[in-house]
C-alpha cells in the first residue's frame, strides 16, 4: 500500500491536552501502535491494518473523551480557606467559594476513623456547616472535608480538607456571668454560673462543668478602686471567698475560665463584664435627696412624738398634784 517504505508514515492521532504538547497519552497511543504490530506493505495484511486502524482510533477517541472530562473537573471551583469556627463547642465548618452554581457536601472523621457525611449538610448551597451534634465533646482530634458536588460523575470529586481541629482543646470559651456579695468588712464572696454548651447528652444541655470535670477552672482578677496593682486568683469551683480587703473600700473584680491542660493560646476564655464593690462612701453618696428628705421627715416625726408625750406626761403629773394638795385637810 506504500511505496518506497516498508513502514507507513506514523497516523495524527496524538491528543493533546490542556494546551500542552507531546503528553502521557500521546506515549501511549505510540507504545500501543508498536504493541499492535508495525503494519506492513503486503496486500495480504490489508485486513490486520485496518483492524489495528479501527483500535488506535478507538483509543484516540477513549483519550480524548477523558481529556475533556479530567479539564471539565478541573475547572470546578473548590472550596477555599476551609476552617473551624467553635464556641462553647458549638462548631462549624465555613469556606468560601468562587462560584454559587455548585452543592457541596461535608465529610468529618476522628483520628484513625471511617470518613462520614453529616446529615445537615449533603449537596447544600450554603458555604457553612454546623457540625456541633457530629463531634463528640471529648479529647479527640477531627478532620473535616468540603466536596464540591457534580452530576453523573462517577470518579473521584473536587474536595478540599480542613486542618485538624479538636473541640476540647481549641473551642473558645465566652464570657461568664457572677456576682459579687460582702461577707463582712475585709471579705467578699464571687458565684460564678458555669456557661452552657450546645452539647446534649441524654436530653440535658450540658455545661462546662459538664465536659471539663476537674479540669475546670476560673480566673478572678480584681483591685482596689483607684489602684492599679491588680491581684489573681485561681478557684477550682464555681464558688470563692476573697479575703483580706481593706474595710469600706471598693473593689473591682473580672472572671474568666481558665483549663491549665490547654494549649497557651486556649487556656483562657473570655474575661468578663467588671463588678465593682460600694464603699462607705458610695452608700452615703447613693442615698438621693428624696432618700435624704424623707430621714428627716421620720426623725423630725420622732422628735414630735417624744416632746408630745413628754408634755403630756408633765401635765397630767401637774394635774395629779394639783388635785392632791387640794384634797389634803387643812
Known sequence: MWEGSAYPTPLPLCVQLNGSGTNPFQLLLLSSANRSGQIRTEKGHAGTNMATAKTLLWLGLSLSAF???????????????????????????RWSV????????VRFSGDNADWEESPNCIQISASECDLTQSLKASDRAYFADVQTEIMDMDYELPHTQSSRFNPYRESNISAVSFTVAPLDDRRVIVNI???????????????????FKKDLNYKIRYYKSG???KRDEISNSSM?????????????????????????????????????????QDILQDLSV?????????????????????VLCCRQRNKTLQMSQSSAPV
Open 67 to 93: 481529556g475533556i472530562t479530567t479539564a471539565d473537573v478541573n475547572s470546578v471551583p473548590r472550596a477555599q480557606d476551609v476552617h473551624w469556627v467553635s464556641l462553647d463547642f458549638t462548631t462549624h465548618l
Open 98 to 105: 468562587t462560584s454559587s452554581d455548585y452543592t457541596y457536601t
Open 193 to 211: 454560673t458555669d456557661p452552657l454548651t450546645s452539647i446534649y447528652d441524654r436530653g440535658k444541655q450540658l455545661s462546662i462543668r459538664d465536659i
Open 227 to 229: 489602684s492599679t496593682g
Open 240 to 280: 470563692k471567698v476573697i479575703p483580706g480587703l481593706d474595710k469600706g473600700e471598693s473593689y473591682c473584680f473580672m472572671v474568666a475560665t481558665f483549663i491549665r491542660s490547654r494549649p497557651k493560646a486556649t487556656q483562657q476564655g473570655s474575661w468578663s463584664m467588671q463588678q465593682c464593690t460600694k464603699s462607705s
Open 290 to 310: 428624696g432618700a435624704w428628705v424623707g430621714v428627716g421627715f421620720i426623725m423630725l416625726t420622732v422628735l414630735i412624738v417624744i416632746v408630745t408625750v413628754t
